[in-house]
Nanobody, 120 residues
C-alpha cells in the first residue's frame, strides 16, 4: 500500500514563505512524476508545479516564486513557496505517479491535502 503524507502548510502573511513536503511510503518500485496541486474554495483543483526525472514545470502563477524539488532517496517532493499572496490560499495536494513491484503499470496517488492560508 502506497501513501502520500504532506506537511508544512499553515497561516502566513502576504510576502511570506512556506515549504511543503510530501513523502511517499510503502512498496514502491519507481516514481515517475510528483506534483503539487491547489484547490481554492469553490474552484477546481489545478496544477501548481510538477517534477519528472529532474525536469520541472510550473503554472504561470507559480513561476519565479515557487520551486519544486525532489529527494529521490527519500521519495519526498518539496515545494518552496516565496512571496506568497492571498490568491495562493487553498488546500495543496500532493500527486504522484507510482509503479509498485510486480505490477507493469503506473497508478496515480493523492495525499490528504494541507491547508495554506495567506492573510494579514
Amino acid at each position: 500500500q502506497v501513501q502520500l503524507v504532506e506537511s508544512g502548510g499553515g497561516l502566513v502573511q502576504p510576502g511570506g514563505s512556506l515549504r511543503l513536503s510530501c513523502a511517499a511510503s510503502g512498496s514502491i518500485f519507481r516514481i515517475a512524476t510528483m506534483a503539487w496541486y491547489r484547490q481554492a474554495p469553490g474552484q477546481q483543483r489545478e496544477l501548481v508545479a510538477g517534477i519528472t526525472d529532474g525536469s520541472t514545470n510550473y503554472a504561470d502563477s507559480a513561476k519565479g516564486r515557487f520551486t519544486i524539488s525532489m529527494d529521490n532517496a527519500k521519495n519526498t517532493v518539496y515545494l518552496q513557496m516565496n512571496s506568497l499572496q492571498p490568491e495562493d490560499t487553498g488546500v495543496y495536494y500532493c500527486h504522484a505517479s507510482i509503479r509498485v513491484p510486480l505490477v507493469d503499470r503506473y497508478r496515480i496517488y493523492w495525499g490528504q491535502g494541507t491547508q495554506v492560508t495567506v492573510s494579514s
